[in-house]
Every structure is written in structure tokens, then in C-alpha cells.
């Protein structure tokens, strides 16, 4: 009974390099949702994909953020040129087609030095 | 914009007590769902309510959907130090739209 899957659960990156986030949505759900949660603060929305398609993104900075869902294999949040204040947890969540019951992975906490 | 206002934001109490968390909008939502947060992980779903006026029970925990879909409260009767955590509310859209999620209500409960 897999949940929903993210690796690595703690990326540390300098400044200036690029940080890659996988997640694997539970088995049958195919959208996928990334979130992200700043040090005392809520779970704010970033971006919603289906298979190869991105269908909501209004709420991912318009430059270094960019996430994609493949035909094949996991999504990736992949964030180019980290700063000290991309720093936080990010969550990935699944649903099916048919409910809007989000499942969260258990996220990655990056952290840019 | 919509937005979720969760109340109190911090909740201390002792071992048998019992608490209620409250979620507030100006706002409707299709479905509302709970969450329960530890430190270091992800949040995990502990029950979603889509129809107005709807009542769910788990356990010791009854959660409310208001009658016009803006408003829903955790209740917890006699809490337990495992009941300790970050609470979220977050409310949906239809199939396949974005969660918006409340502060959150950190609670303590102390053997």
C-alpha cells in the first residue's frame, strides 16, 4: 500500500546550484499537486500537473521554478539557481481524477546554505 | 483570493479534556479536509466533508461542515498526548483544483 513517494527527504544546496524534487504519486492517482511550507508558515499551493500536462501553475514563481510529470516516470519540482530563501519543506500531494482527497508524500526539506 | 482563518492558533490543555478547533471563510468550498501535521513529515488526511450541514465521526474526533460550505470545526472529546500536533484545515475546489490551507492549530496535550 504505497503512499504517495518523495526523495531525497533532505537536499542541502549552495546558493546558485540547482535542486531537483521527486515524487511519485500513490498508484492509480493521476494528478499531482506541489505545495511548499516556509518556516512558520501555512501550506501554500504551487503548482498542479497531470501526465505531461501543467495545468495550474499560478502559484510557482515565474522564474528558477519549473515542474513537469512525465508520460513515464516521477514529477520533478526543479528550482535552478537556489537562494537562501527557497529554503523550506516541499510537499507533494495526489489525487484521482474523480475526488479532490489530496494524499501528501512526506516532503523534502531543502535547505540552501 | 481565497482564504482559510483557523482558530486558536496555539492550544495547550490537559490529558481528558475536550477542544474544538474552528475554520473560518468568507468563501465556498466544494469539499473541506483535515489534516494532522508532526514535525518532519507530511500532513495526513483525516477526513474530508463535502455536503452542507454534513457530521463525521472518528473515534474521539467529530468534524462539522457548515450549512453554506464556509466553515468547518474539529472537535476532540477527552484528548489523549497522542492527540498532540499541527491541525490544518484546507478547503478544495472541484475534482483536480488547489488546496487552500488554514495556519494551522498547533496542539498540546499534556499527560
Known amino acids: 500500500n504505497a503512499g504517495v513517494m518523495q526523495n531525497p527527504r533532505h537536499l542541502v544546496r549552495r546558493r546558485g546550484q540547482e535542486a531537483r524534487l521527486r515524487c511519485s504519486p500513490m498508484k492509480g492517482h493521476s494528478h499531482v499537486y506541489w505545495y511548499r511550507q516556509l518556516p512558520e508558515e501555512g501550506l501554500k499551493f504551487m503548482v498542479y500537473l497531470q501526465k505531461e500536462n501543467i495545468i495550474d501553475e499560478s502559484g510557482m514563481p515565474k522564474e528558477r521554478f519549473s515542474a513537469e510529470f512525465p508520460k513515464e516516470g516521477p514529477s520533478i519540482l526543479r528550482i535552478q539557481q537556489v537562494v537562501r530563501g527557497d529554503s523550506a519543506a516541499y510537499f507533494c500531494a495526489s489525487s484521482s481524477e474523480y475526488y479532490n482527497e489530496q494524499f501528501f508524500g512526506p516532503g523534502t526539506r531543502l535547505t540552501v546554505l | 483570493t481565497q482564504l482559510l482563518e483557523q482558530s486558536p492558533q496555539f492550544l495547550s490543555i490537559q490529558e481528558g479534556e475536550n477542544l474544538t478547533v474552528y475554520c473560518n471563510s468568507s468563501?465556498?468550498?466544494?469539499?473541506l479536509q483535515w489534516y494532522r501535521q508532526e514535525p518532519g513529515e507530511g500532513p495526513v488526511l483525516l477526513v474530508t466533508v463535502v455536503t452542507g450541514g454534513e457530521v463525521k465521526k472518528l473515534k474521539r474526533l467529530t468534524f462539522q461542515f457548515g450549512d453554506a460550505r464556509k466553515d468547518s470545526s474539529l472537535h476532540i472529546t477527552a484528548a489523549q498526548p497522542g492527540d498532540t500536533g499541527l491541525y490544518l484545515c484546507a478547503g478544495g475546489g472541484a475534482s483536480g483544483s488547489r488546496l487552500t490551507f488554514g495556519e494551522g492549530t498547533q496542539l498540546t496535550v499534556n499527560p
Open positions: 468563501s465556498v468550498f466544494s469539499s
